[in-house]
């Protein structure tokens, strides 16, 4: 109770940090009801209303025009010109989307850890080979990558896990880079030293020893791979190279530049997962910030 | 001479290294997935009679051989990289008698002039307002409004282009929905067309500045609230220097430096980082291109995009790299 109140102070100061938080439980709280007024096997989908009528924001149903008095707000978000419910698309969508994003983070962030702190603690040519290979992965700009594997693999085949493994296979690029520089500084530490000569092994010691120690660290390494896996996730979808039968808020971000839905006066069409979109990176640029203060106490009270 | 030739050598072996691990990654991807761009070609083709002729498989084969992809992959895999040696980026798909190499050409200088002006632009504004946000002295504007700006460049730039669209091109009507110049106009280098082209570009440009300046104003606020704390700031203070003098020659000018370092980073993304922002506002760019390439199915084509793009990093950042030494009096790569 005591570090539940430490914390809630904490938090008071590191007011980004609370804000992204405050974000983070809205957006879970919205998915979470949202399962439960929605069916999230048929209203995100194409035809949850009858195609035959035009795309509306009306607060009816449309088969239904004039149900105020009876039953109000049947669609509060619109729907779509393929019947989407959008309501149901920005439940559904933002599950999908932050599913996309933590997968090919936590892959990332595995693999990059995994990278990083071998390659730095063991030095010699597999650190050689590993930094070589990151120094060239770093160049090539990821979204192209993305874009090879993904326009070879096929639109047929691409699911929402399968967009998280495309993603994944270049999100551990930064991370790698990031702990390794981390690990280096650490590895000559005294108590790594300690830890050798009591005769640890080279895997006890980093998982033990130096993991603990890193941990804000791998936090905010964490926070900035899920950050660039749900960008990369956004802009492949936006190429139409997403799973394009998932309501995911990229692929609904595709449908409306493909379908102009903008110039036909549609907005809410496109308002539904741009606000979300926006609040997603808003909330993970607020709380990457806070945990940078977190990780670095020395830009706690830079003013 | 800032630089030892062997720094040198080993800057270029990785310059290569890129190059050369770009057209093997462009190889070898597409040749990892089931997918066939040749039956599914032909397949498409076929389709559009009606029916699949009777010897479908023969005339893959057919074609399969004639392209030479019935050699063992190791043979394949030399005779594209001499291609790839002699800049042969095959032909387009889609636009057929047209190479690739013509189709990347039209769209680079669109592309080219968009980034340079808007990374520019974004540099120079977002590193001024950081330094004001960070300056005890400028007004409470500064120092508590505009860092909620920031957020800005937290979403992607694309989606900043979407609202734009919305807003200013389609609900106030204040400037062209899209494309890169008007219907009717023909290119040329008359004031029409040049005003035209000019009016077009605003709301891109809009987007990515919108979108960059963040960054590289968290960057200076940082820089700038350190060096408050120099000696050297205390003491032009006790002299009773101005307050602009001190802003700009003692504070502006030694901050500046890493963001330099960035903005020769930010450079050399100058041919890819805006493939989405043409793409809303159909811009006719390398973005655009690509995007159209992969929507046809245009193999050589996204390839070819591909490779030159990450050619063009690879360069760019070598380039910086070599001039860099002469920007940073305090860097030398000797040694």
């Not at chain 1, 809630?8 to 007011?15: K, S």
């Not at chain 1, 509306?56 to 019947?83: H, V």
């Not at chain 1, 439940?91 to 983070?105: H, K, N, P």
């Not at chain 1, 997603?280 to 806070?290: K, P």
């Amino acid at each position: 109770m005591e570090r539940l109140q430490a914390n809630l102070r904490y938090l008071r100061r590191n007011t980004s940090l609370a804000i992204g938080l405050g974000i983070l439980v809205v957006l879970v709280l919205f998915t979470l009801t949202g399962y439960i007024i929605i069916d999230p096997k048929v209203d995100p989908y194409p035809l949850a209303g009858p195609a035959s009528s035009p795309p509306t924001l009306n607060y009816c149903p449309r088969s239904d025009p004039d149900c105020e008095k009876t039953e109000p707000k049947a669609y509060i978000f619109g729907t779509d010109a393929q019947g989407r419910d959008l309501y149901g698309v920005a439940v559904a969508g933002t599950w999908m989307t932050i599913q996309i994003g933590l997968m090919a983070g936590l892959i990332g962030l595995g693999v990059g850890a995994f990278l990083g702190f071998t390659s730095a603690f063991y030095g010699g040519w597999y650190d050689l080979v590993v930094r070589w290979m990151v120094d060239v992965m770093l160049t090539v700009p990821g979204l192209l990558l993305l874009v090879v594997i993904a326009s070879s693999l096929g639109d047929q085949t691409i699911s929402v896990t399968g967009m998280g493994f495309i993603i994944a296979s270049i999100s551990w690029r930064g991370p790698a880079r990031v702990i390794r520089s981390q690990v280096l500084s650490m590895r000559e530490q005294s108590y790594v030293m300690m830890a050798r000569l009591n005769g640890m092994s080279g895997m006890g010691i980093i998982f033990r020893e130096m993991m603990p120690n890193l941990l804000p660290y791998l936090g905010a390494s964490l926070v900035g791979a899920v950050t660039a896996a749900i960008f990369a996730s956004m802009g492949l979808a936006a190429l139409g190279l997403g799973p394009l039968r998932e309501p995911t808020l990229g692929v609904t971000i595709y449908w409306v530049i493909n379908q102009s839905a903008f110039l036909r006066g549609l907005w809410w069409w496109g308002a539904v997962p741009i606000g979300i979109v926006a609040l997603i990176f808003v909330m993970l640029f607020l709380i990457s910030i806070g945990l940078d203060e977190v990780a670095n106490p020395r830009v706690r009270r830079a003013e | 001479m800032r630089y030892s030739w062997s720094f040198v050598l080993k800057r270029f072996g990785l310059l290569l290294l890129i190059i050369w691990s770009g057209a093997t990654l462009n190889f070898f991807i597409p040749k990892m997935t089931p997918r066939n761009p040749l039956r599914e070609k032909l397949l498409q083709e076929a389709s559009r009679s009606g029916y699949i002729p009777p010897g479908f498989e023969e005339m893959v084969q057919a074609y399969e051989s004639k392209f030479g992809l019935d050699r063992p992959l190791w043979q394949q895999y030399m005779s594209y990289m001499g291609d790839m040696l002699r800049g042969d980026l095959g032909f387009s798909i889609s636009n057929y008698p047209k190479t690739v190499w013509e189709l990347i050409l039209e769209g680079l200088p669109w592309t080219v002039g968009l980034l340079l002006t808007t990374t520019l632009l974004a540099f120079l504004i977002g590193s001024l307002l950081g330094a004001l946000m960070a300056w005890p002295k400028a007004s409470n504007l500064f120092r508590y409004i505009l860092p909620s700006l920031l957020i800005f460049g937290a979403v992607p730039a694309y989606v900043i282009a979407l609202t734009l669209i919305y807003f200013v091109a389609f609900r106030w009507k204040l400037l062209p929905i899209g494309g890169g110049y008007g219907i009717g106009m023909f290119p040329g280098m008359n004031m029409a067309f040049i005003l035209d082209v000019l009016s077009h570009s605003i709301l891109p440009a809009l987007a990515l500045v919108l979108a960059g300046t963040g960054g590289w104003a968290i960057g200076m606020r940082g820089m700038l609230v350190t060096i408050q704390g120099e000696d050297y700031m205390t003491f032009g203070e006790a002299k009773g220097l101005k307050d602009w003098r001190l802003f700009y020659r003692y504070g502006v000018r030694n901050a500046l430096l890493p963001q330099v370092t960035g903005l020769a980073l930010a450079l050399s993304f100058i041919v890819s980082g805006s493939v989405l922002v043409e793409l809303v506002m159909g811009y006719p760019g390398i973005g655009t291109l690509l995007a159209r390439s992969i929507s046809q199915l245009d193999y050589f084509m996204i390839y070819g995009i591909v490779f030159v793009i990450i050619t063009g990093i690879a360069i760019t950042m070598f380039i910086m790299d070599m001039i860099y030494p002469f920007l940073d009096p305090r860097i030398s790569y000797e040694g």
